[in-house]
């Protein structure tokens, strides 16, 4: 009898029908006249109950009937005559398909600390809160892909092992084919497997932008690598990003695709992750009450969202930004960390989430960045002082998307390259995507789990990758 999922189940199974269910016991509760076995397999966040007269189950398969076991049952689906659910399986045969341990599995039925779950990252998914995460995770993945494919974008896979560092930060993980015992300072990579030394990419972006010379419009969704030696809720080694590239694009055609991407993606979700949504959303609604009343989001989760979906997002320069914020603290409104004092510095976490959660009370989208900042490969604008950069902020999280009018002039990116130490010999590839048929063309960029951060209400990034690699941490 071929087995089906408890989704289906809950959403198209009827009344008096015989079905054959596969799962793991969330709790086990036996009394003398009836065995109640709650069940999830995945598939939904709803739990199934399965109601057995415990005559019908061998002694030997009850002792083994734990938390965490896995488990077959055929039975019947009847109207539950609970409180919580609308229907229960009645059982007639169980089978054992994987047995465990009551001393020694470690989800018990009880709520357990995040640090704890992100010790055995192998075993959370099987809690109600990591099970929806992936689920969102998987929901939010395919919305991606169809805005993209719904706006003719070319789905593009770009390299993971690549010998160009997109952003100039150098903080990069080395790949070798060579014994690392026997590598040396001056060790001649010119005898590795590439002939050349060559890294795990931190963007899809450069060799993204040569798509978008030939096809137009092109994607790429995949993971990237930053040996940044940053242990905080904020940073991961190993994390995923999407990033379109466009051309004939100018820096506002830029902010008006990433707005509405943005927004289609938050509203997909919405729609089809409806019950992991509401979950997330209690479990978001009682962190804020545990909180201190002037530190307490005035929104639900679920609010916070449709809010993004249906707000015109906030557009000001980089200098109107600077100068709310200098203003601000010159008026005592707010104490930042990072002092605003000179036109020209980087704008930190607290400085974006200050614009999006206090003074705009919205989505605000930070344009025309000091050149001195950004990327080497991003359009110089007239004034000489700031390029066609763009940053989306939102509230809770701060940057989500990052992106800009790539310079296609081919002396002004020369002369930037040399400004930034970029070398042209390992780059000049790119550079002759300004040689041969050059147009304007921008793009952004998205990392996946800030995204999911978003979403799920999540304050740790470490909590929406399935395995988070961060310094000192490579688990399976």
């Known amino acids: 009898m071929k087995f089906t999922d408890i989704k289906t189940l809950l959403n198209k199974i009827k009344i008096g029908s015989k079905v054959n269910i596969k799962g793991w016991i969330r709790t086990c509760r036996d009394s003398k006249n009836v065995i109640f076995i709650s069940l999830n397999d995945g598939s939904t966040i709803s739990n199934l109950q399965i109601v057995f007269i415990p005559s019908l189950i061998d002694e030997e398969i009850k002792k083994e009937l734990n938390t965490g076991a896995c488990i077959e049952v055929i039975g019947t689906i009847e109207k539950s005559q609970g409180k919580n659910q609308n229907i229960e399986l009645v059982g007639k045969e169980i089978k054992i398909i994987g047995k465990a341990s009551a001393e020694e599995y470690p989800l018990q039925p009880k709520r357990h600390s995040l640090e704890f779950l992100r010790s055995i990252s192998h075993l959370r998914f099987r809690t109600n809160a990591f099970s929806a995460i992936f689920r969102v995770r998987n929901c939010l993945s395919f919305a991606i892909h169809k805005f993209f494919n719904e706006n003719g974008f070319i789905y593009l896979n770009t390299p993971i092992i690549t010998s160009c560092d997109a952003e ?98 938050i509203e997909y979700v919405l729609k089809n992750s409806q019950d992991d949504l509401k979950f997330l959303d209690k479990r978001y609604s009682d962190i804020q009450k545990s909180k201190p009343q002037n ?65 705009f009370k919205k989505p605000v989208v930070v344009t025309d960045y000091p050149k001195d900042i950004k990327a080497f490969y991003m359009y110089k604008n007239e004034d000489d002082k700031t390029v066609a950069a763009m940053d989306i902020l939102v509230p809770g999280i701060g940057e989500i998307i990052g992106g800009a009018q790539r310079e296609h002039r081919y002396d002004i990116l020369k002369d930037s390259m040399d400004k930034f130490n970029v070398d042209k010999n390992q780059l000049s590839w790119y550079l002759d995507t300004r040689k041969f048929g050059t147009a304007p063309h921008s793009g952004f960029g998205l990392g996946l789990e800030r995204m999911i951060q978003l979403i799920t209400g999540m304050d740790n990034i470490r909590d929406v990758i399935a395995f988070p690699r961060t310094p000192g941490k490579a688990e399976c």
Request: hydrophobic share 35%.
């Open 295 to 359: 530190e307490r989001d005035d929104k639900s989760l679920i609010e916070k969202l449709e809010y993004i979906v249906k707000t015109r997002f906030q557009r000001i320069t980089y200098t109107e930004a600077f100068d709310i914020l200098r203003n601000c603290s010159k008026n005592k409104k707010k104490k930042f960390e990072y002092l605003v004092k000179d036109w020209g510095i980087d704008l930190q976490s607290e400085h974006e989430r200050y614009l999006t959660e206090k003074h």
């Open 168 to 265: 100039g930060a150098g903080e990069m993980f080395t790949v070798t084919s060579a014994d690392l015992t026997k590598i040396s300072k001056d060790y001649d990579y010119k005898q590795d497997f590439f002939g050349k030394k060559v890294n795990l990419t931190v963007s899809g972006q450069l060799a993204g932008e040569t798509g978008a010379m030939a096809l137009g419009k092109i994607y790429t969704f995949g993971p990237t690598f930053r040996a940044e030696n940053s242990n905080t809720s904020r940073h991961l080694a190993e994390f995923w990003m999407v990033e379109p590239e466009i051309a004939f694009y100018e820096l506002n055609d830029n902010i008006d695709l990433a707005e509405e991407f943005l927004k289609y993606i």
